[in-house]
């Protein structure tokens, strides 16, 4: 194998330009693709700038062209030559007016013929990606999405900086907090039987800066959440996060417009109009079915509930006798599209979200076609599409069901679906939006009692102070979330700062007053000590990320993802320790076999 003693690299190559024409220049990298015109040979070379064109001739020495005849695809050589001007400009890359006439060529190591080709838009399959993922990581288009998380973390140090925040570093081995989503857990080896917990977020330690005097924190920090996963959900991830002391809402929201508008701008050329839409949350849910709105299209729902008071139709009466809701939405234009058979499809879409059915009227040209209107009076029916705005060629879709949340669940599904296989989002639109005033509880079903909807450190709405007790299910949140194109970016609210009001909470989330300090009671005595009032957010970066690339999933801008178990396929990682380790943490395993 050739050395690179004696040759330095001159740029990387995709930064040669018709200004370097007449230049001796050295460039390195991988061979991207190889042409052999026997005495004519052209080699693409290939580094995380882009590519170079190398030419090799009669006039080039016998022992290079020989090399460039031996070099394969992902060879890794180094080439020393005069930059000249191409017979043929390629227009397609930005090096296409030039090439690289070798004089030297060294290879500096051989490769074996990889499972895939190196390029971009593959058809590879996930799986065999994920398994050579230093190969994958080779493509421009997942080099281009690491070089963004690097550009938008340097912009949040530098941004955050500039408005007087410092970076601290707040610890990765922390006490578990079981209120929430699972912790992963480390065992201690000094203290046998006794664990670390991985941090879900530096939520209380930057608290407690706020209460030490530091004013403004950011940190890029790694979190970890032991959860099932989904194509915007890994169990280790990064947060942008950030806290402030003597805030408000509208004071934290500000600063962060203003971090938006500066990353869009700088890294996508896009200006992003400040200040964003504030929508409340039952404004979202009811128009959208959704706590994270896409607004860009339309398809909003409609409650039909009051026009179907006295309606005797069994699914629709029974629905708003158990308290829930009729709601539809108005698919425009649509009946064109939307077949029976389509609209069965449909059907089994939002059974996933719970609901047991999907009604329907349809209005073609030619016929009408209803689910449920025959079931109804001509004055409901009538009622219905007056409100919907139906007109011919549209297609009105009802869920009905005794949980208004199932009816938002799927309606809020629904139309996003109807969005993409109808081809109505706008791709190029970034939408942002506040959602505000959200519930400061929500039911767990798996519990069977209320549980914080965000984290039991936030602020309630002022005017619901005296509900806490009385009332909880209905005391709002000084919470907000940014939400982006139909994703959730960060969120945040105002942290409670009285440790009376933090009892009060606890409390209302059914803590006893032992299990609270168990649990918490560094923070509610620290709060004894004069904290401020203080409140921040976090983003999620790998989110933010895929958003800006319009991916379709967060694993193709991280360098090394897990998988839908949370395994790492290129590792293999969990992986079995030997007994040693284990006796070491005092640990014993006690895995039940599957029958």
Not at 443 to 456: G, I, Q, T
Request: charged share 30%.
């Amino acid at each position: 194998m050739d050395t690179m003693q004696g040759l330095k690299r001159t740029k990387y190559c995709g930064q040669f330009t018709a200004d370097d024409i007449g230049k001796e220049v050295v460039a390195c990298g991988w061979v991207q693709k190889t042409r052999d015109l026997g005495n004519l040979i052209f080699i693409d070379l290939r580094d995380r700038s882009g590519i170079v064109q190398l030419a090799f001739d009669d006039g080039t020495a016998r022992d290079v062209h020989e090399k460039a005849a031996s070099a394969r695809a992902e060879y890794v050589l180094m080439v020393k030559g005069v930059v000249r001007r191409r017979e043929s400009v390629n227009h397609e890359i930005p090096t296409g007016e030039i090439e690289i006439y070798a004089g030297d060529l060294r290879v500096l190591a051989k490769a074996q013929t990889p499972p895939f080709e190196i390029t971009d838009h593959t058809n590879v399959k996930e799986e065999l990606r994920l398994k050579y993922r230093y190969l994958d990581l080779r493509r421009g288009e997942m080099q281009d999405a690491l070089m963004m998380r690097h550009k938008i973390v340097k912009i949040a140090r530098d941004y955050y900086d500039e408005n007087g925040f410092l970076e601290i570093e707040t610890p990765m081995l922390i006490k578990s907090t079981p209120e929430g989503a699972r912790d992963y857990l480390v065992p201690s080896r000094v203290k046998p039987g006794c664990f670390y917990a991985l941090p879900q977020s530096p939520q209380q330690y930057k608290q407690l800066l706020m209460l030490s005097g530091y004013d403004r924190y950011m940190q890029i920090a790694r979190c970890f959440r032991d959860e099932d996963l989904r194509a915007d959900r890994q169990p280790e991830f990064t947060q942008i996060d950030m806290e402030m002391s003597f805030v408000e809402e509208e004071d934290v929201m500000a600063i962060n417009e203003g971090f938006m508008a500066r990353v869009f701008q700088d890294v996508l050329g896009i200006e992003v109009q400040t200040p964003f839409l504030r929508m409340p949350y039952q404004e979202a849910m009811d128009r959208f079915g959704s706590d994270k709105p896409d607004t860009r299209f339309g398809l909003e729902l409609c409650d039909l509930s009051d026009l179907l008071a006295n309606c005797e139709f069994k699914v629709f009466k029974g629905a708003l006798e158990a308290g829930g809701s009729v709601r539809a939405i108005n698919v425009k234009g649509a009946a064109a599209n939307l077949s029976r058979k389509e609209i069965d499809k449909l059907t089994d879409f939002v059974k996933t979200y719970r609901a047991k059915g999907l009604a329907f009227t349809r209005l073609t040209a030619d016929a009408e076609s209803s689910s449920y209107e025959k079931f109804l009076t001509e004055d409901e029916k009538n009622a219905i599409r007056a409100r919907m705005g139906a007109q011919t060629g549209d297609v009105i879709l009802v869920v009905a069901d005794g949980s208004s949340q199932v009816v938002y669940d799927s309606l809020g599904a629904l139309r996003c679906e109807l969005a993409r296989r109808l081809d109505l989002i706008q791709k190029d639109t970034f939408n942002f939006l506040w959602v505000t005033k959200f519930p400061l509880f929500e039911y767990s079903e798996e519990e069977d009692r209320l549980v914080a909807k965000h984290h039991p450190f936030t602020h309630p709405a002022l005017e619901d102070l005296d509900k806490l007790e009385s009332d909880p299910a209905h005391c709002n949140a000084r919470a907000y979330d940014m939400v982006l194109n139909g994703c959730e970016v960060g969120g945040g609210s105002i942290r409670i700062n009285n440790p009376e009001l933090q009892d009060r909470m606890f409390k209302a989330l059914g803590f006893t007053e032992e299990r609270a300090h168990a649990q918490f009671g560094y923070l509610i005595d620290a709060f004894k000590y004069g904290a401020p009032p203080h409140g921040g957010m976090a983003y999620g970066l790998d989110r933010l990320v895929m958003l800006m690339l319009q991916k379709d999933s967060i694993r193709d801008v991280i360098a090394f993802p897990k998988v839908q178990n949370a395994s790492e396929l290129m590792t293999q990682c969990p992986a079995e320790v030997d007994e040693q380790a284990l006796k070491e943490l005092s640990l014993k395993l006690d895995i039940q076999k599957e029958e």
